[in-house]
């Protein structure tokens, strides 16, 4: 059946590019310097099916890689706030990398309070117009099962107005790798 206002995708190309393809991807887009956001993929894309790669620790030892890593994660930010996402994960527009982009205008939001840890000492920049990029970012404890809450979601790779009523953790505590080595 069709639904109105649904364009559903199936992103071109290899169903996830590199970080280096998506990089190169963005510089043949980009023809005024000023950045380009990405594609999204749509259900039933399959895409939004597979798991995504952890990124590489030589990405924060050469400023060349992390310059490419911060690229991708400038345009996940980009493409986030253009569809209104919340948060935006670099798989959903076809990257495989473990990256994800949350919004920190709306990430304190809401019923449960979320706890972000980082693995690694720099201290965390979040972004001047708020928001935080999470790099391989791993739950490491999680509320017991019974403070789970009940919670209302939508989703943009969903159709619209669609929602879901899912069992969702009260509390969690996530590690992860900043982006911040190289922003001083």
Known sequence: PSLPDWNRTSLPGPLSLSLSQAHHLLLARSDDGGGTALPMAKYPDPILRIPSSPVPLSAFRRRSHWRRLRSIAEALKRTAREEGAVGLAAQQCGIDASLIFIDGAVSAAG???GVAKRSSRNDERRDDEGGIFLVNPRIVRRSP?????????????LP?????????????????????????
């Open 145 to 157: 099962e019974s403070k789970m809450k009940v919670w209302t979601e939508e989703c943009l790779v």
């Open 111 to 113: 019923t449960g309070k």
């Open 160 to 184: 619209p107005g669609f929602r879901a009523a899912l069992l969702r953790d009260a509390e969690i505590v996530v590690e992860y790798e900043s982006l911040g080595r190289w922003d001083s």
